[in-house]
């Protein structure tokens, strides 16, 4: 299979670095194409998505993604910033289901701001739609009647939209403990009022799996206050883009979050959770435990293989078991010490 | 003066009666007029916010208002639910700027979902605008080129509705800490970007002011992983319906915390955050110290009586410290029990 490698700004290459060493470790048939992405792509090709970048992008089978995000680009018109280059790819390549997966790992109690009982708790996926909402709708400035500057943006869903993202809900909740909970903000927005219909039509394909509603405030409080009782939440872009960040510090460790993104065929791009992260670029201080489940998630997603997914993952919460521990998680540990922890484990 | 009385629905009965024997023990020159609002109102009268009350509302020179929602409403039209009384008293007394403190109150560290070291760091303002974004803008249905239903809903921000809130962010932050932290999406939103370049402009004007900006995801990220980071926090609409309910559920007491919703005369409406919460309306179960402490807010705010409002907030302080304990803080005090509570330290 061939795998872009799309490694971009700022930590992105330390950490998609120690994926590789994984992934290779693994003896899997694997090609890899390596292309620029993000302010790296722009400082040296003048464009965050270039042309040829977006070519390997569709020719592989999955996208391997590290992050995008260099204050350098602030100034530059919006279609130049590094994020265009992670919202062209979701658009471009039809990725509208973003799975984030957020849990505790075992032994890092003590990296939650929760108090480890509450923490203990979290297992839950948030499935985020990221092809459409007040992202990509038309936006711009424009003058008011009274002559004074305004932004603005449409925020809107369509039924199609809704229903393959709540499908996408639904069977993961079946595969999980049967518990989706749908978030929106009905009682204000329209756009909510049809995503909470749709859903409520798509809920009679599976019975066995049962629906709840809440609004997306009360979502932020109940996270804080009682993540246990999550299992699927199923939210749109702009609040999957809140809660799921949200939910991840909850499991008290950025630095160890994965993310699919994924389209209806089963192609994918693999994240971290974690951006760019400027302050730390080029120290060996990130952590690359997300980057290296991302890459799993891309063997048990895109390429079928779950077994070495399942291995990789085990390798990751042994080598936390073990005392592994990056900057982040509160230790001295380099980037490469914790992808050699890993390796050590595999 | 002259306060409107709009205890409203579900739990909002309970705990506005309890602010008002707080405040009839003060012995203060005011006089009031209650009305129906919510789901009350529309049941008793077609609307959730009638003439009548509007009309009350208008006179007034402060508003005390416990809850609006009621499940009995929810297959309403949009206008008749409600949740269109508490949005059309923001919008049609210009009551744009709502303050939400949230503080962790001494002996409620076990309330907290965090940790009682992050928890205890908790000391913030969140500011939120209320008169526009998202929840005002142009919404409905439409059917798509392709025939689907499609729900939308247009956010935008102009100069002037950014400008005032920014000044209320600013001058709130210099009476405190001096930090304001303005929150936005800019990197997706035109709307975001309009209102950061804005705030920027105003900034001039505070240069004993420390202004910063963050991502919204980032924000609900932060305000986990160490809220105590933050003074005030100046926000939209949107972002501010989310940040200050997880914010308050951080501080561990979504009963505990009052808020203030304020035109640019003085004139304001006061309410606790919770909701109507209907599954214990009635039970005499509900925490009123929301409510008693929305009353003080109002007394500091409109009434310009600050001594009175620092009377309140000290005896309910006291009676925390002194064990009162409602139901959502652990404890098994009735509603009016906590009343007495506050009462017997004034
Ligand atoms: C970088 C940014 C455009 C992006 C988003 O808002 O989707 C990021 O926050 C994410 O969640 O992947
Ligand atoms: C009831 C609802 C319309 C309201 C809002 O979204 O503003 C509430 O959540 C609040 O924060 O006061």
Same mark, same amino acid.
């Given at each position: 299979a061939l795998i872009a490698l799309l490694p971009g700004d700022g930590i992105g290459p330390e950490v998609i670095t120690q994926a590789r060493r994984v992934l290779d470790a693994l003896d899997l048939d694997l090609t890899y194409e390596e292309a620029p992405v993000g302010g790296v792509a722009y400082h040296s090709v003048g464009h965050p998505l270039p042309e040829a970048t977006l070519d390997v992008a569709r020719r592989a089978d999955a996208l391997l993604f590290g992050a995008v995000g260099d204050p350098t680009c602030d100034s530059l018109e919006r279609a130049l910033r590094p994020e265009q280059a992670i919202l062209g790819l979701r658009k471009h390549l039809s990725l509208f289901s973003n799975l984030r997966p957020a849990t505790l790992f075992e032994g890092l109690e003590d990296a939650s701001a929760l108090k480890p009982d509450v923490a203990r708790q979290i297992d839950l996926v948030i499935v985020r739609e990221l092809n459409?909402?007040?992202? $990509?709708?038309?936006?711009?400035?424009?003058?008011?009647?009274?002559?004074?500057?305004?932004?603005?943006?449409?925020?809107?869903? #369509?039924?199609?939209?809704?229903?393959? @993202?709540?499908?996408?809900?639904?069977?993961?909740?079946?595969?999980?403990?049967? !518990?989706?909970? &749908?978030? /929106?903000? %009905?009682?204000?927005?329209?756009?909510?009022?049809?995503?909470?219909?749709?859903?409520?039509?798509? %809920? %009679?394909?599976?019975? #066995?799996?049962?629906?709840?509603?809440?609004?997306? /405030?009360?979502?932020?409080? !109940?996270?804080?206050?009682?993540?246990? !009782? $999550?299992?699927? @939440?199923?939210?749109?872009?702009?609040?999957?883009? @809140?809660? &799921?960040?949200?939910? *991840?510090?909850?499991?008290?460790?950025?630095?160890?979050?994965? *993310?699919?993104?994924? /389209?209806?065929?089963?192609?994918?791009?693999?994240?971290? @959770?974690?951006?760019? %992260?400027? #302050?730390?670029?080029?120290?060996?201080?990130?952590?690359?435990?997300?980057?290296?489940? &991302?890459?799993a998630m891309m063997l048990r997603h895109s390429l079928g293989n779950g077994a070495a997914a399942d291995r990789i993952e085990a390798a990751v919460a042994q080598a936390i078991r073990n005392g592994a521990r990056t900057a982040d998680l509160g230790g001295t540990m380099s980037t490469s010490a914790m992808g050699d922890a890993v390796l050590a484990v595999l």
């Open positions: 459409g909402d007040v992202y $990509f709708g038309e936006k711009g400035r424009r003058t008011t009647a009274a002559g004074h500057r305004e932004g603005y943006d449409i925020m809107s869903y #369509d039924e199609t939209e809704v229903r393959r @993202i709540a499908r996408v809900g639904f069977e993961t909740a079946r595969k999980r403990r049967g !518990q989706l909970c &749908s978030v /929106d903000k %009905a009682n204000v927005l329209e756009t909510s009022q049809l995503w909470r219909d749709v859903v409520i039509e798509v %809920a %009679a394909d599976y019975p #066995d799996v049962t629906l709840t509603h809440m609004y997306v /405030d009360n979502a932020a409080m !109940q996270l804080v206050r009682n993540p246990g !009782q $999550f299992d699927v @939440i199923v939210t749109g872009n702009l609040f999957g883009d @809140i809660l &799921s960040d949200q939910a *991840s510090m909850c499991a008290g460790s950025i630095g160890m979050l994965p *993310s699919a993104s994924l /389209d209806d065929a089963g192609k994918g791009l693999y994240e971290p @959770i974690h951006g760019s %992260a400027p #302050d730390i670029a080029g120290q060996g201080k990130a952590n690359p435990c997300a980057a290296i489940l &991302s890459a």
